[in-house]
T-cell receptor, first 111, second 114 residues
Framework: KQEVTQIPAALSVPEGENLVLNCSFT??????LQWFRQDPGKGLTSLLL???SQREQTSGRLNASLDKSSGRSTLYIAASQPGDSATYLC??????????WGAGTKLIIKP | DVKVTQSSRYLVKRTGEKVFLECVQD?????MFWYRQDPGLGLRLIYF???????EKGDIPEGYSVSREKKERFSLILESASTNQTSMYLC?????????????FGPGTRLTVT
């Protein structure tokens, strides 16, 4: 059974630092992996989607990598800002219908 | 931009009440999903629908039902609300096609059952 783990559960860093969030999954048979952002009390915003055949995707200050063989993905945030404070979720796509979710990493960027 | 809207942001209901949560998407997506999100458990799929009048159970369908009479609208029904259904409910949609397509989420409904 596919399981997705995100470590750490919470992270607090000073503004301006570069940081890495981790996501691991137990079964490499995935179609793609998505990173989402969730602000307190709100829905999810898709940040990056990496296809199973890709190694990384970039959007602005965000870079997501995927290593299927080791069952790992990382989300790299460059030059962090207070506005980046949110919970970051990763999800692996097993089919057109089913996403398996991690529990998230709560990120706090201190001004 | 894809827009997924949910009928209520906050809802308070009493135990035993019948509760309707509505979700509407404006991008002609075939697939629609209902999740619940609880602290420490992440998102869990309740039901999904891949076409009008079609539905499939997700991981935790017990105590819920769904209705999809029109392509743009997907309703989640709690036949008799219980306190353990207090949660954040999230609706999502996605198009048919290769499994590469991503899901788009609504803002969520925080339901409290007292």
């Amino acid at each position: 059974k596919q399981e997705v783990t995100q470590i750490p559960a919470a992270l607090s860093v000073p503004e301006g630092e570069n940081l890495v969030l981790n996501c691991s999954f137990t079964d490499s048979a995935i179609y793609n992996l998505q990173w989402f952002r969730q602000d307190p009390g709100k829905g999810l915003t898709s940040l990056l989607l990496i296809q199973s055949s890709q190694r990384e995707q970039t959007s602005g200050r965000l870079n997501a990598s995927l290593d299927k063989s080791s069952g790992r993905s990382t989300l790299y945030i460059a030059a962090s800002q207070p506005g980046d404070s949110a919970t970051y979720l990763c999800a692996v796509n097993l089919s057109n219908y089913q996403l398996i979710w991690g529990a998230g990493t709560k990120l706090i960027i201190k001004p | 931009d894809v827009k997924v809207t949910q009928s209520s942001r906050y809802l308070v209901k009493r135990t035993g009440e019948k509760v309707f949560l509505e979700c509407v998407q404006d991008m002609d997506h075939e697939n629609m999903f209902w999740y619940r999100q609880d602290p420490g458990l992440g998102l869990r799929l309740i039901y999904f629908s891949y076409d009008v009048k079609m539905k499939e159970k997700g991981d935790i369908p017990e105590g819920y039902s769904v209705s999809r009479e029109k392509k743009e609208r997907f309703s989640l029904i709690l036949e008799s609300a219980s306190t353990n259904q207090t949660s954040m409910y999230l609706c999502a949609s996605s198009p048919h096609g290769p499994s590469s397509y991503e899901q788009y989420f609504g803002p969520g409904t925080r339901l409290t059952v007292t």
